[in-house]
């Protein structure tokens, strides 16, 4: 089993950048994936972006390739989220996932794929 806990989030303006880091507990962290979701006032949870248990893997949604990037340290038990050009749509709630997977190369993409969330940080945009 394992805890996540989101930090990071924030107030910014547009074209501003924001970090996010999860946290994740336990001793196992380098066998799980990792994804980062988002989920905004009245609308689905969405992939943010995702990255594979070695790190060697990534998926990004469209609407932030080439903005955000994920990373991951397995040495510190961490998934880090960093965010440039922000733009007022990235205003979100900002979830942090995992789920055990047994192949290194496997990157998951859907929320249903994963088991474990953190609680949420929230991400505002200003205009």
């Known amino acids: 089993q394992v805890q996540l806990v989101e930090s990071g989030g924030g107030l910014v303006q547009a074209g501003g950048s924001l970090r996010l880091s999860c946290a994740a507990s336990?001793?196992?962290?380098?066998?799980?994936?990792m994804g980062w979701f988002r989920q905004a006032p009245g609308k689905e949870r969405e992939l943010v972006a995702a990255?594979?248990?070695?790190?060697?893997?990534?998926r990004y949604a469209d609407s932030v390739k080439g903005r955000f990037t994920v990373s991951r340290d397995n040495a510190k038990n961490t998934v880090d989220l960093q965010m440039n050009s922000l733009k007022p749509e990235d205003t979100a709630v900002y979830y942090c996932?995992?789920?055990?997977?047994?192949?290194?190369?496997?990157?998951?993409?859907?929320?249903?794929?994963?088991?474990?969330w953190g609680q949420g940080t929230q991400v505002t945009v200003s205009s």
């Open positions: 996932a995992a789920r055990a997977v047994s192949l290194s190369f496997v990157v998951l993409t859907t929320p249903p794929n994963y088991n474990y």
């Open positions: 336990g001793r196992t962290f380098s066998t799980y994936a």
């Open positions: 990255i594979s248990r070695s790190g060697g893997s990534t």
